[in-house]
């Protein structure tokens, strides 16, 4: 099992801002998966994006147009 880079204290903390009184622990680790998931496509995207351009360096403009491009679908 691959180890988790977001903590769950964390997404306790997004729930609860969402809303949420009471949050559980399979809740958040659900979260945390789907947004690991997201994270890693939209970082893929931009890294695509960044080699196009002949560059090394990710820029915020590449996670921008990643993140655009991921979430639109």
Do not use: C, P
């Amino acid at each position: 099992m691959a180890k988790n880079d977001l903590r769950l204290a964390a997404m306790h903390r997004i729930i609860k801002k969402a809303g949420a009184e009471r949050v559980s622990d399979s809740a958040i680790k659900e979260l945390r998966i789907a947004l690991e998931d997201v994270g890693l496509k939209i970082a893929m995207e931009a890294l695509d994006f960044t080699k196009h351009a002949r560059r090394k360096t990710v820029r915020v403009e590449d996670i921008q147009i990643a993140v655009r491009k991921v979430l639109k679908q």
